[in-house]
């Protein structure tokens, strides 16, 4: 996941193809996904807009009150999504892309995983995790989190999402996360399995490791089908994980799709990231609205 090793493994495969991160930020982030974020961090309580209702909420863990983004159609009743977000946390990015989930008709919670230390946003516009400061405040965030307090968060969550009337409890519940968050989406589909019914990660760091708690070591227990897309450089650096990955969903009969996405960087998905990929990133959302299709119905 985002570290010091990614800040410099990004800008050491920037001037290996000639580029800065300033080219690559001109060639990224396009004018039309800039324009799609809000204007401002929040909406005000239970707008509609659009069809839709975007809300801020509370949700009551084990560990203390998160406050969250619920969005969902205004009409009926949909499959819920869960949003994991990356080391940067809940910010306009984030919501705009709950919100563009929403418009394809799921009720979506994009949660605040540093609630235990922070309401957000955690950042003020203009900072990066390039920022030594800014970097070690959110490192110091996420190492507040233990594996404990993410199951236990994810069953809050789930639990949250069942009690709302946006949401329909005979579909089963997509999960979704970035950077950091692919670990709480491999331990939230291992530890809910009846009511998981899809995962998607992207640019997840750490889903394989030797510990005895390994994300990966939970697949056994799932019932959901996977999405796995890793980073350029994130499989450079970590080539075996994928294969580990592929082996172990398969020897479980877990369906799982697993690729790398050629030429996109750690933090290649939302949109105010300095690497942003368009073409990559709309082919990613392309495979996880797939995804859902295929697994919420």
């Known amino acids: 996941m985002c570290d010091d090793i990614t800040e410099h493994e990004n800008e050491a495969y920037f001037k290996a193809r000639g580029l800065t991160r300033r080219d690559v930020t001109k060639l990224g982030l ?3 996904f800039i324009a799609m974020l809000p204007a401002c961090a929040s909406p005000a309580p239970a707008v509609v807009e659009a069809g839709l209702v975007e809300e801020d909420v509370t949700i009551t863990t084990p560990d203390g009150e998160c406050d969250a983004y619920f969005v969902y159609p205004a009409k009926g009743a949909h499959a819920a999504v869960l949003v994991w977000p990356d080391i940067m946390g809940l910010r306009p990015a984030f919501r705009q892309m709950g919100k ?3 418009e394809s008709g799921y009720a979506v919670l994009t949660i605040n995983p540093f609630y235990r230390s922070a309401v957000s946003p955690v950042i003020e516009p203009g900072q990066s995790f390039g920022d ?3 970097r070690a405040k959110l490192v110091g965030y996420r190492r507040a989190i233990t594996d404990e307090g993410m199951v236990s968060d994810a069953k809050a969550f789930v639990a949250w999402l069942d009690s709302q009337d946006a949401v329909d409890t005979s579909k089963k519940i997509g999960t979704t996360g970035y950077c950091m968050g692919g670990p709480y989406v491999m331990r939230t589909a291992g530890t809910l399995p009846s009511r998981i019914g899809a995962g ?3 640019h997840g760091g750490g889903l394989v490791t030797e510990e005895p708690n390994s994300p990966h070591l939970l697949i056994p227990n799932m019932e959901a089908g996977m999405l796995i897309a890793i980073a350029d450089n994130d499989d450079e650096r970590d080539p075996e994980s994928k294969t580990v990955l592929a082996e172990t969903f398969a020897a479980n009969d877990v369906e799982a799709e697993i690729e790398v996405y050629e030429g996109a960087m750690h933090g290649w ?3 105010d990231s300095s690497v942003y990929n368009e073409a990559q ?4 959302w392309s495979r996880l609205l797939a995804l859902f299709e295929t ?3």
């Open 281 to 284: 990133a709309e082919k990613a």
């Open 132 to 134: 030594p400061d800014t």
């Open 200 to 202: 998607a990660s992207f």
């Open 30 to 32: 396009s004018a039309g």
């Open 100 to 102: 563009r989930l929403a």
């Open 269 to 271: 998905c939302p949109p």
């Open 295 to 297: 697994n919420l119905a």
